[in-house]
């Protein structure tokens, strides 16, 4: 190893950085929100570091948030099974596509419906629960004959995504995914895919909705 060569001027020391004038002000945090922004109605959006090939680009409607865990449906993945063929008294409420949408990898098989009413609350016993703003989930073993005048759209979603008590906190800590608000329409957009991903994230502000201009999935780089 060669010596370091002695400095003509003992006095001088360590060479120093040149002057750069004004400092560079460091660039604002990513925020993403909180556990405690998650709550019925509100949306859980994947991060691009989410690579989970199940929820990668996904939009996840929160249907409830407890102590005993938190489920929603993805939005945004309808299927190729048609409503008409497997629960034909509900098509003509469906909206367009009305087909099944994939709500999640848990219980596959069975059929949750989220549904639209923007007039007063419907009685306790027509089979409508309130989730949020007007979004209510309905029991599709209904007569759907009465409830005509009361819904002005549903979905039907095969299957829902389902959090354990604290398995999402950890999740939203890691920065997975960003929890922010949602929107009735949003329950019932015909956007799917990453169209809807970076619509939802188009209307945040700060440093999220620059996230519309990066890949959903970040080995497509």
Do not use: K
């Amino acid at each position: 190893m060669s010596p370091v060569p002695a400095s003509s001027d003992p006095e001088s020391g360590p060479p120093t950085r040149p002057a750069t004038g004004r400092d560079r002000a460091a660039a604002p945090a990513l925020s993403i929100g909180e556990i405690e922004d998650v709550r019925p109605g509100s949306l859980l959006v994947a991060m691009p570091g989410l690579t989970d090939p199940t929820f990668a680009g996904a939009v996840v409607y929160v249907v409830d948030h407890s102590g005993t865990g938190t489920i929603g449906v993805a939005l945004g993945s309808p299927s190729q099974v048609e409503i008409r063929d497997v629960l034909p008294g509900w098509r003509d409420l469906a909206v367009e596509p009305a087909v099944f949408h994939v709500g999640g990898p848990c219980e596959a098989d069975t059929a949750l419906c989220l549904a639209r009413c923007p007039g007063p609350a419907p009685d306790p016993d027509s089979g409508l629960r309130p989730v949020a703003d007007g979004i209510h989930l309905l029991d599709l073993d209904e007569d759907p004959e009465p409830l005509t005048g009361q819904v002005s759209g549903l979905r039907v979603f095969a299957g829902y995504a389902g959090w354990s008590p604290g398995q999402l906190a950890g999740e939203v800590a890691e920065g997975a995914w960003a929890c922010v608000p949602g929107s009735p329409d949003d329950v019932l957009t015909a956007l799917s895919g990453p169209e809807l991903w970076r619509a939802v994230l188009a209307r945040q502000s700060g440093r999220l909705a620059v996230l519309t201009t990066a890949p959903t999935d970040p080995t497509a780089n």
